[in-house]
C-alpha cells in the first residue's frame, strides 16, 4: 500500500498507481533512471518512487505559481516550514489570511505562497484551492477544518522530502514551454507521466485547467516526442480517445475523491516504444489488462 508520502492533497491524486508505473519502470528497464512529471501537482507517484529508491531522480513541473511556491520551500526550507505547520492556527481567521495570499501571490514571497498553499489543500474540501474550508466557515460540519491537519505526520513527510533534495529539480512552466525546452533535455532513461487537468470537471479542481483546443494541442506535442518513454493518464472520454487514437491504450476504473466519493473511467495511454507490463498487482489494472491485453499485446510483438 502507498505510504503518502506528498504532504499534499490533490483531487484525481494518483499514488494509487505508483505500483503500476513501477511496473512500467521494470519492464522498460528504466529503474534507477530519471522520471519527470510535467503536471506534478501533488507528485505523489514521484515521491513514492524517489523515496523508495527506484528512480535516482525527480523532475516536477507545474504551471500554477502556487504549487512550484509549495515544492521550492519544503525543499529550500524545510525547517522553517515545519514550524510554520507546528504554529499554525487553524481557525477561521487564520484561513482568511492564507486565503488572501493564495489569490494574490505576486505581493507575498514563495515561502508565503508555498505555505499558504499548504494550508488551504490541507484544509479545504478535498484539497482544492478554490473550495471552501472543511465544515464551512461556522464549523459546524461533521468534521472540521483540522481533519486533514494531522502536525506530527505532515512534518515528517517534509523532512523525508527534503533529505532528497539533491534529487529534485522543480519547475514552474507552462507545459507546452516545458515540453519545447526542458523534456529535450532529460536523459534517455526517464520515464515521462503527464498527468493532465482532467478534460471535464476541470474548472472546479484546479487553478488552472484547459479548453478543448488546449488538450488537443498538449495531445499533439506530447505525441511529437519521439523515442522518449512516455505515459499519459486523462478521464477516458471519448475526445481524449480521439485525440490520441493512433496509441496503444486501455481504460480502468478509478474511484475519486473530490467533493464526494464516486468512481469514473480513466485511461493509460503510452508512446510506441514503451513495453506495457503483461500483468500488475493492482486488481483494477490487472482486470484492465485482462480485458483489453490481447490487443495492446499484439501491438508491441
Known amino acids: ?31 534507477g533512471g530519471h522520471y519527470a512529471e510535467p503536471y506534478a501537482g501533488g507528485a505523489g507517484v514521484a515521491m513514492e518512487l524517489l523515496v ?59 515561502l508565503e505562497v508555498g505555505f499558504a498553499t499548504f494550508y488551504l489543500n490541507r484544509t479545504n474540501r478535498s484539497g482544492v484551492l478554490s473550495a471552501g474550508v472543511i465544515g464551512g466557515l461556522a464549523q459546524e460540519g461533521e468534521w472540521k477544518m483540522d481533519a486533514r491537519f494531522p502536525r506530527l505526520e505532515l512534518m515528517k513527510r517534509i523532512e523525508v522530502i527534503a533529505k ?12 507546452e514551454a516545458y515540453f519545447t525546452f526542458q523534456v529535450p533535455l532529460l536523459p534517455q532513461e526517464t520515464l ?16 488552472n485547467h484547459y479548453q478543448p483546443d488546449d488538450h488537443e494541442r498538449i495531445a499533439n506535442m506530447i505525441q511529437s516526442f519521439g523515442e522518449l518513454n512516455w505515459v499519459v493518464s486523462y478521464d477516458g472520454v471519448p475526445q481524449i480517445l480521439d485525440y490520441y487514437r493512433n496509441c496503444r491504450h486501455f481504460l480502468y476504473e478509478l474511484q475519486y475523491n473530490a467533493s464526494r466519493a464516486y468512481k469514473g473511467n480513466e485511461v493509460f495511454i503510452f ?13 483494477f489494472i490487472a482486470s484492465a489488462l485482462n480485458r483489453d491485453g490481447r490487443a495492446l499485446h499484439r501491438a508491441i510483438q
Open 1 to 31: 500500500m502507498p505510504q503518502y508520502r506528498t504532504p499534499l492533497r490533490y483531487p484525481g491524486g494518483k499514488q494509487k498507481l505508483t505500483a503500476f508505473v513501477k511496473e512500467i519502470l521494470v519492464e522498460n528497464q528504466l529503474l
Open 271 to 283: 508512446s510506441d516504444n514503451v513495453i506495457i507490463p503483461r500483468s500488475s498487482s493492482l486488481p
Open 52 to 110: 523508495k529508491g527506484d528512480v535516482e531522480h525527480v523532475h516536477l513541473n507545474d504551471a500554477s505559481v502556487q504549487i512550484y511556491s509549495f515544492w521550492h520551500s519544503i525543499l529550500h526550507h524545510p525547517e522553517e516550514f515545519c514550524r510554520r505547520i507546528s504554529r499554525a492556527a487553524l481557525d477561521i481567521n487564520e484561513w482568511k489570511i492564507q486565503r488572501e495570499i493564495v489569490r494574490n501571490p505576486d505581493e507575498y514571497d514563495i
Open 192 to 207: 515521462v507521466y503527464c498527468d493532465p487537468p482532467y478534460f471535464e470537471k476541470a474548472s472546479r479542481l484546479y487553478l
Open 164 to 175: 532528497f533534495r539533491d534529487q529534485i529539480s522543480v519547475t514552474n512552466l507552462d507545459a
